[in-house]
């Protein structure tokens, strides 16, 4: 297929919070399926064919408690040969009490292997804050040999608001440092009808490391912040990082594209870089937007321009 036919058009129907990875020369995806009631892969030897790729549920949602609701937003990750997946749930009797949970896969095949439970992710040592509070899309990456994690959790009293935090990982199931502030919502593409920082995304390009992040709310005004840093550098002083001013994808009426939002990365076969994310083909959302299928999948070739940053680009 023409890359032109497979970029920036509906890839994977109806699957939010797209997350792809390659490890040994396969692709995996997961996503969050509408029902929002378990957890499925895909795998395929080529990124354009995961869209119709044999999707298999490898764990579903608890009837009760912890684990029962909302199962949001899963990342599939290889650390150190073992595959983990990471990902966001309520509880049935709370359903907004929405913490972040961490499954190991008992064997080498995620695809056909048995699924252990973690347990919630686990704060480090004297943090009282982490994961007090709703907390989601946790995602984790590696940097010159320490593991990180970033996520999102709101803080505040009232109508509160949802930050980024990161922290050094002791593990795949808990952190070794306390959470730093990584970025709050600060700017007017930030605040729609919620004030929001979340979906967490890493590229890294040379010695350079960009987090994508999603902002507002998950209509229309959904749209994709960017913040860089130095790899090799302490990531958890917030002062190595650098916030953009303005957001790097936005909505586009002429492409009919709405909502952009909550990515992540992959490479193709040519090495290229290649965004994930999710958008919406309408203005018009019916119902609960939280809860209208219609967030897709799509497909974003990045492109570097002369100073080595990435452009995200429809075109």
């Known amino acids: ?40 892969l895909r795998r395929a030897s080529v990124l354009e064919e995961l869209k119709d790729a044999e999707e ?26 073992n595959w983990y997946i990471y990902f966001a749930g309520g509880e049935a009797e709370d359903i907004w009490k929405i913490r972040p949970y961490v499954l190991k896969c008992e064997g080498k095949d995620p695809m056909k292997d048995a699924w252990s439970e973690c347990g919630k992710m686990q704060a480090a040592d004297g943090d009282d804050f982490s994961f007090q509070a709703f907390s989601l899309d946790m995602t984790v990456f590696k940097d010159h040999g320490k593991w990180y994690c970033v996520w999102a959790e709101k803080t505040g009293v009232g109508a509160q608001v949802s930050n980024l935090y990161i922290a050094e990982m002791e593990s795949p199931t808990k952190l070794k440092t306390a959470q730093v502030l990584l970025t709050t919502p600060d700017y007017d593409w930030e605040r729609g009808a919620f004030w929001v920082d979340e979906g967490p995304g890493i590229l890294k390009h040379g010695d350079d490391l960009f987090l994508t992040f999603s902002a507002s709310d998950t209509g229309v005004n959904y749209c994709v912040g960017l913040m860089t840093a130095k790899s090799g550098t302490d990531l958890t002083d917030p002062l190595n990082w650098k916030k953009g001013r303005y957001p790097v994808l936005t909505s586009d009426a002429e492409k009919g594209i709405y909502g952009p939002g909550h990515n992540s990365f992959t490479k193709d076969e040519e090495g290229n870089d290649v965004m994930v994310y999710h958008a919406r083909t309408e203005t018009e959302i019916v119902g609960d937007p939280l809860y209208n299928p219609n ?21």
Request: charged share 25%.
């Open 1 to 40: 297929m023409d890359q032109k036919e497979l970029y920036n058009k509906p890839w994977i129907l109806q699957r939010a919070d797209p997350y792809v990875t390659m490890e040994d020369g396969q692709y995996y995806f997961t996503a969050s399926v509408p029902a929002y009631d378990g957890i499925v």
């Open 295 to 315: 967030r897709h999948a799509f497909l974003m070739q990045v492109k570097w321009d002369a100073e080595g940053k990435p452009v995200f680009s429809y075109e």
């Open 56 to 81: 298999v549920e490898i764990w579903h949602k608890h009837e009760n408690g912890p684990m029962s609701k909302h199962i949001w937003a899963p990342e599939l990750h290889c650390m150190d040969g």
